[in-house]
């Protein structure tokens, strides 16, 4: 590991005390890391490299490798998928790693290129699942140039292993799929995906396994018409037809499904449904009561990304705050129960997106879109920036944090659980144990019986741990998976 990038952890770990997230990198504007200066100098010529039109949107870390999309809405993105290998030496603001090379990032290159990704997600078979929209442009000016499909990689050889293209009935003149979730079974057969279509007011669910497709509709899909105003930075515009964006699934409950959570953008209603009925394309037809009401985060609650750790709390990103938002699922969800687990009006303008890394360390993407898209960036200011803190430190003191009742370790002996970037040795889950609570003045008691009235009864298997975290340097071992998660998939495409 490099000297630079242990001394970063040192400074990270010293600062924990004061700061909840931690800036890990920062850009004016976005680069790349081109085999060499001429072919760099030769993309800015020819008008494939445009830093300044250049958006970061989504994140997503799976051991040494943190993954940033950003997509083609203007000219001059020479690539999507990037990744920033954590494990090379430091700097404040890394050039991007086409992923996974520049020939799989061609523009146009419908059967072998990637054109436009928005959110990924790696799963615990060492997959990457990629949904490529194969578009070019922004609104109005939009080229669809590759129909929707979903890529799939093995992280393990860097090796594309599927290329699924949906089905047209699963796409309607409108649709625009941003968000990703996925519902992950026994084996890695036994995987879903989850596609939230906010522009188009659907749900699209995938199986792995059958390698199928299959849309719902539902009114719960639908943005809410008094909430389409949003003051973002300084700016008030109209984002009044934002319906289902940001969802989530919970753990697995105790009938062997998920529980997913999703919201329009231009709400402040969270809505749910158990993904037995995701799973079962014969419920396309005859479900609507199957959805459920959740609750209302409370104003100024607009959100785009949202994730789920196994304890059952969701981070979510409020756009209007500048801030990280929780709940815990245990309590009702109302405004009491709502927290901020961090913001910052200078450093948090738009966090674009949330995620939870397996060793349950939180990495938040900040860029300014509002700004982007609705005005003009300042580039001699810093205007992306990517977070990163352990869960539990983010929700200490507030309505989230997980109680001590609930955690048990399973073995006697105490281990380090957390590394920031890699952990050769993760501890085991612990088992849940569900005793009373008592009830504070601001919040809700866990296990509330009306959260039976309006919502799916879920249990999660609590996974948090006791001991705070430290931040330590990066090991070079590489961790094998569980023997459940040994692949067993064939390698095909469907086009």
């Given at each position: 590991?490099?000297?630079?990038?242990f001394?970063?952890c040192?400074?990270?770990?010293?600062?924990?005390?004061?700061v909840?997230?931690?800036?890990?990198?920062?850009w004016?504007?976005?680069?790349?890391?081109?085999?060499?200066?001429?072919?760099r100098?030769?993309a800015?010529?020819?008008?494939?490299?445009i830093?300044?039109?250049?958006l970061?949107?989504?994140?997503e870390?799976?051991?040494n490798k943190?993954?940033?999309s950003?997509?083609r809405?203007?000219?001059?993105v020479p690539?999507?998928?990037?990744?920033i290998?954590?494990d090379?030496?430091?700097?404040?603001?890394?050039?991007?790693?086409p992923?996974?090379?520049?020939a799989?990032n061609?523009?146009g290159?419908?059967?072998?290129?990637?054109?436009?990704?928005?959110?990924?997600?790696?799963?615990?078979?060492?997959?990457?699942?990629v949904?490529d929209?194969?578009?070019y442009?922004?609104?109005p000016n939009?080229?669809?140039?590759?129909?929707?499909s979903?890529?799939?990689?093995?992280?393990?050889?860097?090796?594309r292993?599927?290329?699924?293209?949906?089905?047209?009935?699963?796409?309607?003149?409108s649709?625009?799929?941003?968000?990703?979730?996925?519902?992950?079974?026994?084996?890695?057969d036994?995987?879903f995906?989850y596609?939230?279509d906010?522009?188009?007011?659907?749900?699209?669910?995938?199986s792995w396994?059958q390698?199928?497709?299959w849309?719902?509709s539902?009114?719960y899909?639908?943005?809410?018409?008094l909430?389409g105003?949003f003051?973002?930075?300084?700016?008030?515009f109209?984002?009044g037809?934002?319906?289902?964006?940001?969802?989530?699934?919970?753990?697995v409950?105790?009938?062997?499904?998920r529980t997913?959570?999703?919201?329009?953008?231009?709400?402040n209603?969270?809505?749910?449904?158990?993904?037995?009925?995701?799973?079962?394309?014969?419920?396309?037809?005859?479900?609507?009561?199957?959805?459920?009401v959740?609750?209302n985060?409370?104003p100024n609650?607009?959100?785009t990304?949202?994730?789920?750790d196994?304890?059952?709390?969701?981070?979510?990103?409020?756009?209007?705050q500048?801030?990280?938002g929780?709940w815990?699922?245990?309590?009702?969800?109302?405004?009491?129960?709502?927290?901020i687990?961090?913001k910052?009006d200078v450093?948090?303008?738009f966090?674009?997106?949330?995620?939870?890394?397996?060793?349950?360390?939180?990495?938040?993407?900040s860029?300014?879109?509002a700004v982007?898209?609705?005005s003009?960036l300042d580039y001699?200011?810093?205007n992306?920036r990517?977070?990163t803190?352990?869960l539990?430190?983010?929700?200490?003191e507030?309505?989230c944090?997980?109680?001590?009742q609930?955690?048990?370790?399973q073995?006697?002996?105490?281990t380090?659980?957390y590394?920031?970037?890699?952990?050769?040795?993760?501890?085991?889950?612990?088992t849940?144990v569900?005793p009373?609570v008592?009830?504070?003045q601001?919040?809700?008691?866990?296990?509330?019986p009306q959260?039976t009235?309006?919502?799916i009864p879920?249990?999660s298997?609590y996974?948090?741990?006791?001991n705070?975290p430290?931040?330590?340097?990066?090991s070079?071992k590489?961790p094998?998976?569980s023997r459940?998660?040994?692949?067993?998939y064939?390698?095909?495409e469907?086009?």
């Amino acid at each position: 590991m490099s000297v630079q990038f242990f001394m970063l952890c040192t400074l990270v770990t010293i600062a924990s005390a004061a700061v909840k997230l931690q800036e890990l990198y920062a850009w004016n504007a976005l680069d790349w890391n081109y085999p060499d200066q001429y072919t760099r100098q030769q993309a800015i010529q020819t008008g494939a490299l445009i830093p300044e039109n250049a958006l970061p949107v989504g994140i997503e870390r799976w051991r040494n490798k943190l993954f940033v999309s950003v997509p083609r809405w203007f000219a001059g993105v020479p690539a999507t998928l990037n990744y920033i290998p954590l494990d090379a030496p430091y700097e404040p603001s890394p050039k991007l790693n086409p992923y996974p090379n520049w020939a799989s990032n061609a523009l146009g290159d419908c059967e072998n290129g990637l054109n436009t990704v928005y959110r990924i997600k790696a799963d615990k078979c060492d997959r990457l699942w990629v949904l490529d929209v194969g578009t070019y442009g922004y609104d109005p000016n939009v080229t669809n140039l590759c129909p929707y499909s979903l890529n799939v990689y093995d992280l393990n050889t860097d090796q594309r292993i599927r290329r699924y293209v949906f089905r047209p009935e699963d796409i309607v003149a409108s649709t625009f799929i941003a968000n990703i979730a996925l519902d992950e079974g026994p084996t890695c057969d036994d995987t879903f995906a989850y596609f939230s279509d906010e522009l188009g007011y659907g749900l699209i669910a995938y199986s792995w396994r059958q390698n199928k497709s299959w849309r719902f509709s539902h009114s719960y899909f639908f943005p809410d018409p008094l909430l389409g105003d949003f003051n973002i930075a300084g700016l008030n515009f109209q984002w009044g037809t934002e319906g289902i964006f940001g969802i989530s699934a919970s753990a697995v409950g105790p009938d062997g499904f998920r529980t997913l959570y999703f919201s329009p953008l231009s709400s402040n209603t969270e809505f749910a449904v158990s993904t037995r009925i995701l799973r079962d394309e014969s419920k396309v037809s005859g479900s609507y009561r199957d959805f459920k009401v959740v609750g209302n985060r409370g104003p100024n609650s607009h959100t785009t990304a949202k994730v789920m750790d196994d304890s059952g709390v969701q981070l979510f990103n409020l756009i209007d705050q500048n801030a990280i938002g929780c709940w815990n699922t245990f309590r009702p969800l109302k405004p009491q129960n709502v927290a901020i687990v961090d913001k910052d009006d200078v450093g948090l303008v738009f966090p674009s997106d949330v995620k939870i890394d397996a060793e349950r360390n939180v990495w938040v993407m900040s860029d300014r879109m509002a700004v982007f898209l609705e005005s003009q960036l300042d580039y001699s200011d810093i205007n992306f920036r990517i977070y990163t803190a352990p869960l539990d430190r983010l929700l200490e003191e507030t309505a989230c944090q997980l109680p001590a009742q609930f955690y048990k370790v399973q073995n006697t002996q105490l281990t380090k659980y957390y590394d920031p970037f890699f952990n050769p040795n993760p501890q085991p889950s612990p088992t849940y144990v569900a005793p009373a609570v008592p009830q504070s003045q601001n919040q809700e008691p866990f296990n509330n019986p009306q959260l039976t009235q309006n919502i799916i009864p879920q249990v999660s298997a609590y996974s948090a741990f006791i001991n705070t975290p430290k931040l330590t340097q990066i090991s070079n071992k590489t961790p094998q998976p569980s023997r459940w998660l040994q692949r067993s998939y064939d390698v095909y495409e469907n086009v």
